[in-house]
């Protein structure tokens, strides 16, 4: 009975039961961090197997390092490293030579006084546009206005001495010529009537005498008369004289008019102010330079070239420029002009390009760089020149991509143009290049990619 009771008891037994041996609990004898299963290994055959994978954990973490490398470097040994490829194009090739220069006008026209004066005010800025005609410089007028006002009265004063004669002298002298014509006439039939008495007997000498000195001194009378007549008629010298003297006054008036105009100095032409050298208040003379104008019109690109490219250059290319202050914006230009000698101290030639339509923002003497188009090909196989081995070689190749590897390809070499060269033999566009510094050696497995 005994036993009985004894087996029907709970099979949970106590706490004391459940103790190690030492009085310690499983649980908290093995320490903080250590696996939960610790202290069941004994409870069954999953506990010991985690427990066997606990204790190999440092040959897990390799093993999986192993595989990650392998997953890594296989591919690449398979189908080889990615490189940069560069496509081989077909399009137009255009070669051209590369200088610095500067902007000016084709002429410059400078501005100073035709007169001696005093500046009396300066209307425009250096840098100002200017129209043909508009007023740059003024000068005081004050003798000038007396000059005038002198010259009106020399005018109005021959002009009143030809009126004179116009209405006196000449009409008088119309009447004295008749009325010493009358005399002339009555002299003669008073000398025919004494010369018949003298004849009959009637008349005396002295009578006939008498009437004869009458007509000559009436003779003498009416050629003065004419004479006065012929003086003051057009052509006459009192006439040409008093002629003169107006033709003179109005001359003098033109002049003194003229230096007044003067005083006002304006601008030949449209154009732009890039030199001012003359204040308020200055004295200036003939042949000083007070004011610089660039007219407007035709722009020149000035550009000194390598003398080593002469053999490219030709008067009508074509080249595209741009502003070093605006480098984003370009305009074009043609080559005008190349001088015939060489700057022996620079190596270089001087060349002009004119541009036909100049942008606004263009400034005398502004800095620009130029592309003078000296070649161009159409239709062009086209790759990068750093995909070209050896390119100045006799024996040019490259390392065309072809079924997963760089082949190596002898190529003929055309038109050289700043990073591009022509090729003429052995590739075609659509194939790719791998670049010299890519290090991929010919047969090599490659996995192509674009820039």
Same mark, same amino acid.
């Given at each position: 009975?005994?036993?009985?009771? @004894?087996?029907?008891?709970?099979?949970?037994?106590?706490?004391?039961?459940?103790? /190690?041996?030492?009085?310690?609990?499983?649980?908290? $004898?093995?320490?903080?961090?250590?696996?939960? #299963?610790?202290?069941?290994?004994?409870?069954?055959?999953?506990?010991?197997?985690?427990?066997?994978?606990?204790?190999?954990?440092?040959?897990?973490?390799?093993?999986?390092?192993?595989?990650?490398?392998?997953?890594?470097?296989?591919?690449?040994?398979?189908?080889?490293?990615?490189?940069?490829?560069?496509?081989?194009?077909?399009?137009?090739?255009?070669?051209?030579?590369? &200088?610095?220069?500067? %902007?000016?006008?084709?002429?410059?026209?400078?501005?100073?006084?035709?007169?001696?004066?005093?500046?009396?005010?300066?209307?425009?800025?250096?840098?100002? =546009?200017?129209?043909?005609?508009?007023?740059? %410089?003024?000068?005081? =007028?004050?003798?000038?206005?007396?000059?005038?006002? /002198?010259?009106?009265?020399?005018?109005?004063?021959?002009?009143?001495?030809?009126?004179?004669?116009?209405?006196?002298?000449?009409?008088?002298?119309?009447?004295?010529?008749?009325? $010493?014509?009358?005399?002339?006439?009555?002299?003669?039939?008073?000398?025919?009537?004494?010369?018949?008495?003298?004849?009959?007997?009637?008349?005396? /000498?002295?009578?006939? @005498?008498?009437?004869?000195? $009458?007509?000559?001194?009436?003779?003498?009378?009416?050629?003065?008369?004419?004479?006065?007549?012929?003086?003051?008629?057009?052509?006459?010298?009192?006439?040409?004289?008093?002629?003169?003297?107006? @033709?003179?006054?109005?001359?003098?008036?033109?002049?003194?008019?003229?230096?007044?105009?003067?005083?006002?100095?304006? &601008?030949?032409? @449209?154009?732009?102010?890039?030199?001012?050298?003359?204040?308020?208040?200055?004295?200036?003379?003939?042949?000083?330079?007070?004011?610089?104008?660039?007219?407007?019109?035709?722009?020149?690109?000035?550009?000194?070239?390598?003398?080593?490219?002469?053999?490219?250059?030709? %008067?009508?290319?074509? &080249?595209?420029?741009?502003?070093?202050? #605006?480098?984003?914006?370009?305009?074009?230009?043609?080559?005008? #002009?190349?001088?015939?000698?060489?700057?022996?101290?620079?190596?270089?030639?001087?060349?002009?390009?004119?541009?036909?339509?100049?942008?606004?923002?263009?400034? /005398? *003497?502004?800095?620009?760089?130029? *592309?003078?188009?000296?070649?161009?090909?159409? *239709?062009?196989?086209?790759?990068?020149?750093?995909?070209?081995?050896?390119?100045?070689?006799?024996?040019?190749?490259?390392?065309?991509?072809?079924?997963?590897?760089?082949?190596?390809?002898?190529?003929?070499?055309?038109?050289?143009?700043?990073?591009?060269?022509?090729?003429?033999?052995?590739?075609?566009?659509?194939?790719?290049?791998?670049?010299?510094?890519?290090?991929?050696?010919?047969?090599?497995?490659?996995?192509?990619?674009?820039?």
């Amino acid at each position: 009975m005994t036993t009985e009771l @004894d087996e029907g008891k709970s099979s949970d037994p106590g706490p004391s039961s459940r103790q /190690q041996p030492g009085g310690s609990d499983p649980a908290i $004898a093995r320490g903080v961090g250590e696996p939960f #299963y610790r202290g069941r290994e004994r409870r069954g055959p999953v506990g010991a197997f985690l427990q066997s994978l606990w204790r190999r954990k440092s040959w897990f973490g390799a093993a999986a390092l192993l595989l990650a490398a392998a997953a890594w470097l296989l591919p690449r040994w398979l189908v080889g490293p990615e490189v940069v490829v560069y496509p081989v194009l077909k399009g137009e090739l255009v070669r051209t030579v590369v &200088a610095t220069g500067h %902007v000016e006008t084709p002429y410059r026209v400078e501005i100073g006084s035709q007169i001696t004066g005093t500046v009396k005010d300066v209307l425009v800025e250096e840098g100002q =546009t200017v129209r043909q005609g508009e007023a740059l %410089v003024v000068l005081d =007028t004050t003798e000038l206005d007396a000059a005038v006002v /002198q010259a009106v009265g020399a005018v109005a004063q021959a002009e009143a001495q030809m009126r004179q004669m116009q209405e006196l002298t000449r009409p008088a002298a119309d009447e004295a010529l008749k009325q $010493a014509r009358a005399n002339l006439d009555n002299a003669k039939s008073a000398f025919e009537r004494a010369d018949r008495l003298a004849k009959s007997g009637a008349g005396t /000498q002295a009578t006939l @005498d008498e009437a004869m000195r $009458a007509v000559n001194v009436a003779q003498a009378l009416t050629r003065t008369a004419e004479l006065q007549v012929y003086t003051s008629s057009p052509g006459g010298s009192d006439y040409v004289m008093a002629q003169t003297q107006l @033709d003179q006054a109005r001359a003098n008036l033109a002049t003194a008019r003229a230096r007044l105009g003067y005083a006002t100095i304006t &601008a030949p032409r @449209d154009g732009v102010l890039i030199t001012r050298n003359v204040e308020r208040g200055a004295v200036v003379q003939p042949g000083t330079s007070l004011l610089v104008l660039a007219p407007a019109g035709d722009i020149q690109l000035v550009v000194q070239i390598d003398e080593k490219n002469l053999s490219l250059l030709k %008067v009508g290319e074509d &080249a595209l420029a741009s502003a070093d202050a #605006y480098p984003e914006e370009r305009f074009a230009a043609t080559l005008t #002009y190349i001088n015939p000698s060489v700057d022996i101290a620079r190596a270089s030639v001087e060349v002009k390009l004119t541009v036909p339509d100049p942008p606004d923002y263009l400034r /005398q *003497d502004m800095t620009v760089s130029v *592309d003078i188009a000296v070649d161009r090909r159409q *239709d062009a196989v086209i790759v990068p020149t750093r995909t070209v081995h050896e390119p100045t070689s006799a024996a040019p190749w490259v390392l065309v991509v072809r079924e997963g590897r760089a082949r190596n390809q002898p190529v003929r070499l055309g038109l050289r143009a700043a990073d591009k060269v022509q090729i003429l033999e052995g590739v075609a566009p659509g194939e790719s290049l791998v670049p010299v510094a890519a290090g991929v050696r010919a047969g090599q497995r490659v996995r192509p990619v674009q820039p």
